[in-house]
């Protein structure tokens, strides 16, 4: 699993717009495995890794309302 997550995220260096919109605004979601979210955000030429969370987990932690 740790490689699976390591190759998702390497690839968002070359491909940061891979992912889909995420459920908070501003966020990119990417799905490296089906039980697995990847949430990122990117800033000019920075991608950052925001969570790896377990899809069976409550996302989002604030309310987008």
């Known amino acids: 699993m740790d ?3 390591s190759e998702a995220t390497a690839k968002l260096a070359d491909f940061p717009m891979r992912g889909r919109p ?3 605004p501003g966020t990119r979601e990417l799905f490296p495995h089906a039980s ?3 949430v990122y955000e990117i800033e000019g030429d920075s991608v950052w890794i925001l969570t790896l969370i377990h899809t069976a987990r409550r996302w ?3 309310d987008p309302k």
């Open 3 to 5: 490689e699976l997550f």
């Open 22 to 24: 995420g459920l908070i």
């Open 36 to 38: 697995y979210r990847l």
């Open 60 to 62: 989002s932690p604030v």
